[in-house]
């Protein structure tokens, strides 16, 4: 199973909004309703932002969110903030029933 | 509170075996599956597999078929990681991590890590 496909790196300034996408194939993204997002600090385990495509656990902020068309998903942040800058990472269930990761993405905030 | 704890670093020589465990509380066991995912150093997570922890049942990548085994303590509420045949391209930092109810992926609840370190 190949890791689904992100971007190195993106940047926005506070304020701006910007995309994150995570390309993957029918035997996966597209298969399925079944994309999570991730958000890590540098040392620390990742946080659960996004499940089921677009869905948030309680407690993340409404600045994050989800979509997906065909075999890529997307991650929107609205109104960045400094605390934001970290890495994030998508997640799909895939047809062999297991998961796989993208290869993350670092975001730098401006 | 709902907690995942998992067990200290670990330095082994290759060949070797390790064994991690994920210890939980706050929350019944029995009604959440449990993921393994590792992070090698400047890397991306990798996943490894998922146990449910009522009966055992397991599913990895097929990358770890034949050398990784996943099992479940119910009365500990603890779940464990098997690690076999260790080459250097296993250090890295591994979680576990709850998988969230009513979803076939999101993982909600994770340990801290275990870096394990493998080195002649």
């Known amino acids: 199973q190949s890791a689904l496909t992100q971007p190195a790196s993106v940047s926005g300034s506070p304020g701006q909004s910007i995309t994150i996408s995570c390309t993957g194939t029918?035997?996966?993204?597209?298969?399925?309703?079944?994309v999570s997002w991730y958000q890590q600090y540098p040392g620390k385990a990742p946080k659960l932002l996004i499940y089921d495509v677009s869905n948030r656990p309680s407690g993340v902020s409404n600045r994050f969110s989800g979509s997906k068309s065909g075999n890529a998903a997307s991650l929107t942040i609205s109104g960045l903030q400094a605390e934001d800058e970290a890495d994030y990472f998508c997640?799909?269930?895939?047809?062999?029933?297991?998961?796989?990761f993208g290869g993350g993405t670092q975001l730098t905030v401006l | 509170q709902v907690q995942v704890v998992q067990s200290g670093a670990e330095v082994k020589k290759p060949g070797a075996s390790v064994k991690v465990s994920c210890k939980t509380s706050?929350?019944?066991?029995?009604?959440?599956?449990m993921h393994w995912v590792r992070q090698a150093p400047g890397q991306g997570l990798e996943w490894m597999g998922i146990?449910?922890?009522?009966?055992?049942?397991?599913n990895f990548a097929q990358k770890f078929q034949g050398r990784i085994t996943m099992t479940s303590d119910t009365s500990t509420s603890t779940v464990y990681m098997e690690l076999s045949s260790l080459r250097s391209q296993d250090t890295a930092v591994y979680y576990c991590?709850?998988?969230?109810?009513?979803?076939?992926?999101?993982?909600?609840?994770w340990g801290q890590g275990t870096t394990v370190t493998v080195s002649s």
């Open positions: 706050g929350y019944t066991f029995t009604n959440f599956y």
């Open positions: 997640s799909s269930y895939t047809s062999s029933t297991s998961r796989v």
């Open positions: 991590a709850r998988g969230r109810a009513g979803t076939r992926n999101g993982m909600d609840v």
């Open positions: 029918s035997s996966d993204v597209g298969g399925y309703n079944y």
């Open positions: 146990i449910n922890p009522t009966g055992g049942t397991t």
